[in-house]
């Protein structure tokens, strides 16, 4: 029998926690429910496969955002799951590496939606998901000033072939602008081929890990900027060394 896929749902609401738990496991998921940091952390450390991480940012011993850390580090998506409609919330739960938020109350279905959704993006195996791109294992290096990412891994290595620490999303969308050195991509394109949905002039999300990726590039480039803003229509990485 096929192995299922697993998710980790970490909320203290016994209702949902049962309704979430139902819905997906009639969808071919393995549900494993926390309902406290404590638990999470326990399960994280016993389970080292999850598919997908469910945080709600309220529970009784702690915040969700102090888990975040923890849970990314992971290797599994983590789609924050919260009842507060605050942009400012979003945004730091983005910067902060999780890769998607959905607001409380929310449709299974748009649930469902999203966790397939970063399943694609992660590329991770599972057998509900047909359409994972398994032929990218078989791409070779890409390579551009001081660094070169490697598909098979999904990590990017700077000149000294040190990993660096970047989230599935920040890579996926690193690597879209490393294809397509010194052509501008636009902010939805690159928002409809790392994010699901429809795309919102005012969302920030491809900014803000734009903005992440520079950070976590600029100690090998120094005041040099890789990634290059062209207003009122997307970014760029500018190099003249690139090899694919």
Do not use: C, W
Not at 91 to 96: D, Q, R, S, Y
Not at 119 to 124: E, L, N, Y
């Amino acid at each position: 029998m096929p192995n299922k896929n697993k998710v980790l749902f970490i909320d203290d609401d016994d209702g949902l926690q049962i309704v979430v738990g139902d819905y997906l496991e009639d969808n071919g998921f393995e549900v494993i429910g926390a309902q406290n940091g404590e638990d999470a952390k326990k399960a994280v450390k016993e389970n080292q496969d999850f598919n997908v991480i469910l945080l709600d940012l309220t529970l009784p011993d702690t915040q969700g955002f102090a888990l975040l850390p923890e849970l990314t580090a992971s290797g599994a998506p983590v789609i924050i799951i919260s009842g507060k409609t605050d942009t400012t919330e979003k945004i730091v739960g983005l910067e902060m590496g999780a890769d998607d938020y959905i607001t409380k109350p929310f449709e299974m279905r748009e649930l469902y939606a999203r966790i397939k959704a970063v399943m694609r993006r992660v590329d991770k195996p599972a057998d509900s998901v047909t359409d994972a791109p398994v032929e990218k294992k078989a791409q070779k290096k890409i390579e551009f000033k001081e660094f070169y990412m490697d598909p098979s891994q999904y990590q990017v290595f700077d000149a000294n072939g040190e990993s660096l620490d970047f989230t599935t999303g920040e890579y996926n969308l690193l690597e879209a602008l490393a294809s397509s050195p010194n052509h501008v991509l636009t902010r939805e394109y690159l928002f409809d081929l790392t994010r699901d949905g429809k795309f919102d002039v005012y969302d920030r999300a491809i900014d803000i890990q734009v903005a992440r990726i520079r950070k976590k590039l600029s100690p090998a480039t120094g005041e040099k900027e890789v990634i290059k803003t062209v207003r009122g229509v997307g970014y760029m990485l500018s190099t003249d060394e690139m090899a694919a």
